[in-house]
């Protein structure tokens, strides 16, 4: 991904920052804040911290005119452009520069601790979208660097797929019987009207003749009912004439 270099982004703003002279280092263990006279700051104003680029500025300005005071750029954090002190977390040792190639180191200090966390941050992030930049573009450099693999069919070219264990269906085979209103038809059965034959070894029993004739014997007069002195003789009357219906209506007499 190209840089646009000409676009200046903001990354922090405080209202007021203090710039100390500070002493040459005299070891290689880091600078002391103690070591400075900071109730006598040589100089305070305004801090922004402005990027462009891949490349952090911190700008000191005054507060009432905006008027340059000094610039540090920062091309890496941590790095040699700002050091904290090893005794507070509020001052810091930046290196400005003039534009012709002279640096100066300076002590940089903020009233509060919450403005020197936020100076801390603002470079932390700028740094790590840098990073993650530049990992992008190491990735999109080595995809473009593979050659993709085509795996396009050609103009005129085919292919061919077998399908095995596959059965044919016979074409004379047997259809299956239509079914009706959605049910199965029913099981086959002996003929209607047809007699199932015993079990082998088995013999059939004869059918044992009754002899109706004297059940059937309509030509025998029926004696007609007596007059009785039974109390019940009523209903003996009464049952008398039924039969006689019966008699007549074709019905067996049984006595």
């Known amino acids: 991904m ?22 040459p280092r005299a070891s290689n263990r880091g600078y002391r804040a103690a070591d400075w006279k900071l109730d006598e700051p040589a100089w305070s104003g305004r801090m922004k911290i402005t990027a462009k680029g891949k490349v952090a500025y911190i700008k000191l300005e005054d507060k009432n005119t905006g008027e340059l005071f000094a610039q540090a750029p920062v091309d890496q954090y941590p790095g040699c452009a700002v050091e904290a002190v090893t005794d ?46 530049g990992e992008f573009a190491k990735l999109e450099a080595s995809q473009s660097s593979t050659p993709k693999l085509d795996l396009s069919f050609k103009e005129g070219q085919t292919i061919k797929i077998s399908i095995g264990n596959i059965k044919k269906k016979d074409a004379g085979g047997a259809k299956p019987r239509p079914t009706v209103g959605g049910l199965l038809p029913p099981p086959p059965g002996p003929k209607t009207g047809g007699v199932i034959p015993p079990p082998a070894g088995q013999q059939t029993v004869p059918a044992v003749q009754t002899n109706t004739a004297p059940l059937l014997d309509f030509s025998s007069p029926i004696p007609a009912a007596q007059p ?13 004439n039924s039969s006689k219906d019966g008699v007549k209506s074709g019905w067996v007499q049984f006595s």
């Open 2 to 23: 190209a840089e646009d270099n000409s676009y200046e982004s903001m990354l922090c703003v405080k209202p007021e920052v203090h710039v100390y002279r500070i002493p």
């Open 88 to 133: 507070s977390s509020r001052y810091f040792v930046i290196r400005i520069e003039d534009g012709n190639g002279r640096h100066a180191f300076i002590g940089l200090g903020f009233a509060d601790r919450g403005d020197s966390f936020d100076f801390n941050v603002a470079l932390q992030d700028h740094f790590k979208w840098v990073k993650q930049e």
């Open 228 to 240: 009785s002195s039974d109390v019940w003789g009523d209903f003996t009357s009464a049952g008398s």
